[in-house]
């Protein structure tokens, strides 16, 4: 029953009343040490708590193609200009048309990483009238992305000196130029993301994330590390020898796994000054524990592809660090932040901090004998399925954020296409190499 099918909402069914059946919380597992069931499921490498390695990567793919790609060919691309439509309820209703160039950049490494690794034409054609339209309408004068395009193009938000636009734009056009071999496209990213590196060091920038505690000009955020770590590593899988990247990302790498490591606490630290060190401040206790297991993975993606196991083993360990901290032992799910010293916790939830641990997890899976990630995927999974589907309300996709229980929001103003999406992805692809193995380690450290 727990594998999605496409969506018909009942014309008797209404999300905003209560005759919904009542969500029963799932239990939450010990840890697998002193869990039987979960010790006898991770000595079979073909089994996922209660399901195969068969039925996990099936239920992806028929939410993939079946769910997820039709609601967004129907509600959220623009296919006569190019680019994302993102304001959407959960039926798909168009709130306006704005169109953000974080959205924008992401939606178009959604769709060209579809495009390359499932062969799928359909997205390919999406990501080439997205790339365009990014080229003619997306730059300023001085050639910044800018924040927001209305439909046509016409700029309705200015650049700011933030750096996540650039450099999601710059995540996008690498993508695009991986399955379509445009090579202009590979060069504009690459010259985005060296002007957002430069644009990080300079010490009057204004700095403005409201997430974290105290903010001051120059500062250096994990969340920018993580994303420049992130591009670098797809820009150098098709530039190899390119000696600027691979310097940048060995940059990134030693300020991710030594600056932003606070080992007095064993975690993960968000924000450092301008020269990475640690101000004695109210930042010095400050984890975003998001981005710290969203960073863990994807330094293991780097070390996989530099083939540096100490690097893997070294992240792999912080990974299940801060998913253990951010574990919610009352009603299960990840927290997203946490200040160490009053043990606070920021107790909402988000749906791409779940996912990027299912991602995490699957690494492990896949390229090592690591029994707690079997265990944790399956936790994680369950959770989400079970507090996050909205299938139970009559809509497609999942609920993208809520409170500590993930409630049901009847109206909501933005479809997440980029954390969803390739969450749903990777993990699709892993499981299909895995099950080609028959749920043998991959043989990359052999």
Known sequence: MWARTPWRRSSKSCPTRSRYRRRIPIP?????????LAARTLMNRQQIGTRTLEQVRDHYRRYLFDEY????????????????????????????????????????????????????????????????????????????????????????QPATQRGYASLFVAEGM?????????????????????????????????????????????????GSHM????????????????????????????GITVNFWNEKYRLMNEALALDLSRPDDDNEDFSYLGHAIETMWMTMAEALRIGDRALFDLCA????????????????????????????????????????????????????????????FARIFDWIETYCSL???????????????MTHQPHVTRKEHYHHPRCVMRCLLGLERMVERGGAVSGVWA
């Open 28 to 36: 939450i597992p010990p840890p697998a040490g002193d869990d039987p």
């Open 69 to 156: 790609v039709p609601f967004w060919t129907r509600h959220g691309i623009d296919h006569e200009r190019g680019g994302f439509f993102c304001t959407l309820d959960h039926d798909g209703t168009r709130i306006n048309d704005s169109k953000n160039m974080w959205y924008q950049g992401r939606g178009l490494w959604t769709y060209a990483y579809l495009a390359r690794h499932f062969a799928h034409d359909e997205s390919l054609q999406v990501a080439r009238r997205t790339s365009e339209f990014l080229r003619a309408h997306g730059r300023d004068a001085e050639g910044w992305w800018v924040i927001e395009l209305d439909a046509e193009g016409n700029t309705t």
């Open 174 to 222: 690498t993508a695009y130029a991986a399955v379509s071999g445009d090579d202009e496209a590979l060069e504009l990213a690459i010259e985005t993301l060296l002007r957002v590196v430069d644009l990080y060091a300079q010490p009057g920038r204004p700095v403005d994330e409201g997430y974290i505690p105290l903010c001051y000009p120059g500062m250096r955020v994990l």
């Open 227 to 254: 994303v420049l770590i992130l591009t670098l590593t797809q820009m150098l899988e098709l530039r190899p020898d390119d000696t600027r990247l691979a310097s940048l990302a060995k940059q990134m790498v030693e």
């Open 317 to 376: 360990e912080r990974f299940r660090r801060h998913v253990e901290v951010a574990w919610d032992d009352v009603h299960g799910g990840l927290f997203r932040a946490l200040k160490i010293n009053s043990h606070s916790y920021e107790l909402d939830k988000v749906l791409w901090l779940q996912e990027e641990g299912l991602i995490g997890c699957l690494l492990l899976m896949e390229h090592t004998d690591d029994e707690w990630a079997w265990s944790w």
């Open 391 to 405: 299938k139970p309300h009559g809509y497609p996709l999942y609920q993208s954020a809520g409170d500590r229980t």
